[in-house]
């Protein structure tokens, strides 16, 4: 069980006896109990959890938890009073009150908006709003940058009981988020929205068949999905009436899951990190300005279309749904924005490499939320125990239901959806321009040079150079000074 590939073996199994479970209860929500069993025959019993912890007694101590009020469908939720809603739901459930029994605590969750949750932190960073204080706030990537600048949050160095190495921490998300010497912020499995948010792809299993383009799984699976590879197949499909209206699109989705995505699943990044600075590599990246050049000729070719507006962004949606684009590009927690597809089936795909050379597919997360601990917390030991808990839970109930949701929804309809969304939740990503700066740099790149074609790449780099230069100084500052006082 502490293996994330058991786990997938396991949800590939149920999706394939699906039909022969039809005739069950559909309305069934509970996630399955532990399967350990009792020893037999000299057999080890097998540990029911997947952290090391061992034995906490927090003498039934109240946790106060801040989560944000979902309001574009995205999962925010962190706990639910009873069982019997949601599959999903329900983990929660499981997860919350088996930690709860454990260690000897309670939790009490909240929602709040957006703007809430960072008010709430930056009162207690003031000193403590007394008993309304919180143990845990959920603010997205940038907030949480900002507040571990300013010191406000528990540093990850004092959490004596978390343990990196295990698969229920996010590696190469907590990698990015370290330099100089400090790791500003640290994320698990728990933050099921980085999941969410993580970029994909679907197609049109029907058109691929009929058009012969080959098994884009295999392709997949023998390192050979590529951006050629794509272009080649959005090329051959995209269709233009006698008026010059295109009918069939080769990809069409929402800008904000396009433009950007293309330069993370190539391996590159707005800003680079070294070991001790941050670097503003897309002002002079080749590649990068190449990738753009080949993506604005794909849009003025009819092969690619978008939609780049935030007041529905949904809508981009029905392109595909009405079957009208071969692609669609979007993220994991939006799929279900396809279950009523009727009459055709489509599959789900990481996005490509850049080429058959490159060692290894490239997830980018748009924006990751996470729950974070204020500094002044009076029992950091305890905190770092649920932090480690609650990661090893999530891996354990929430992404089981989470993948369980999205088969019973339909969202995902063979086997092989299922085993490319496992490439996308080890291959996952994060620019620091992408989140951390979005709003200075991956805004203005999009907005500038594929949305306006008021400046080119380099362009809208060298507008923004100055501004770009001094955030990166001031984390290079604080990563030195936060390490100095915090990483003793």
């Known amino acids: ?98 930690i709860e029994e454990r260690f000897n605590l309670y939790f009490e969750a909240s929602e709040t908006s957006y703007k809430g949750c960072n008010d709430q932190l930056s009162k207690q960073a003031l000193g403590g709003t007394g008993e309304n204080d919180f143990d845990m706030i959920m603010l997205i990537n940038r907030d949480a940058y900002s507040a571990a600048l300013r010191n406000e949050l528990l540093p990850v160095s ?53 058009r012969g383009m080959g098994n884009f799984y295999s392709m997949v699976k023998n390192d050979a ?37 293309f330069y993370a699943a190539a391996g590159e990044n707005y800003v680079t990190k070294t070991e001790d600075k941050l670097v503003f590599s897309a002002a002079s990246n080749a590649k990068m300005d190449s990738i ?5 000729d794909k849009i003025d070719f009819n092969y690619m279309g978008y939609d780049y507006d935030y007041s529905a962004p949904d809508d981009c949606y029905n392109v595909f749904k009405e079957g009208d684009s071969l692609f669609v590009g979007t993220v994991v927690g939006k799929l279900l924005l396809l279950k009523d597809i009727e009459g055709w089936d489509y599959g789900v795909l990481p996005w490509p490499k850049y080429n058959e050379e490159q060692s290894r597919y490239y997830t980018r997360v748009v924006d990751a939320w996470l729950h974070v601990v204020p500094y002044n917390h009076t029992n950091p030991d305890m905190m770092s125990v649920l932090i480690e808990a609650l990661a090893a839970g999530s891996s354990k109930y929430v992404f089981p239901a989470f993948y369980d949701i999205q088969i019973k929804g339909r969202s995902l309809r063979d086997p092989e959806s299922v085993e490319m969304l496992e490439i996308v939740r080890n291959t996952r990503v994060i620019d620091w321009g992408g989140t951390v700066f979005a709003t200075s740099i991956r805004s203005a790149v999009e907005k500038q040079t594929f949305v306006d074609r008021s400046k080119t790449l380099f362009g809208v780099c ?12 001031e984390a290079r500052a604080k990563a030195r000074d936060l390490a100095a006082v915090n990483n003793t």
């Not at 499995?189 to 691929?208: D, G, H, P, W």
């Not at 753009?292 to 604005?296: E, I, P, R």
């Open 292 to 296: 753009t050049t080949t993506v604005l």
């Open 158 to 210: 004092k959490m004596k009981y978390i343990d990196q190495s295990k698969d229920y921490y996010l590696k190469d998300i907590n990698d990015a988020m370290t330099f100089n010497g400090y790791q500003f912020l640290c994320y698990t499995e728990e933050s099921l929205y980085t999941f969410q948010r993580s970029t994909c792809i679907a197609y049109n299993k029907q058109v691929a068949t009929d």
């Open 225 to 261: 999905w590529t951006f050629e590879e794509m272009f080649k197949q959005m090329e051959t499909v995209t269709e233009v009436n006698q008026d010059n209206e295109v009918t069939f699109y080769g990809l069409y989705g929402h800008g904000d899951y396009l433009f950007s995505t």
């Open 462 to 473: 060298n507008t923004i150079n100055t501004i770009v230069a001094s955030l990166m100084g």
């Open 1 to 98: 069980m502490k293996k994330r590939t058991s786990i997938l073996c396991l949800l590939l199994a149920i999706l394939m006896l699906l039909p022969l479970l039809a005739a069950c209860d559909k309305d069934s929500t509970k996630t399955p109990e532990s399967t350990t069993q009792a020893p037999q025959n000299g057999e080890t019993v097998e540990d029911p959890y997947l952290d090391d912890l061992g034995s906490f007694d927090f003498n039934g101590d109240t946790v106060n938890v801040l989560s944000v009020t979902s309001t574009d469908g995205t999962y925010t939720l962190f706990d639910t009073e009873e069982l019997g809603g949601t599959v999903l739901d329900d983990s929660l459930y499981e997860r919350n009150r088996e």
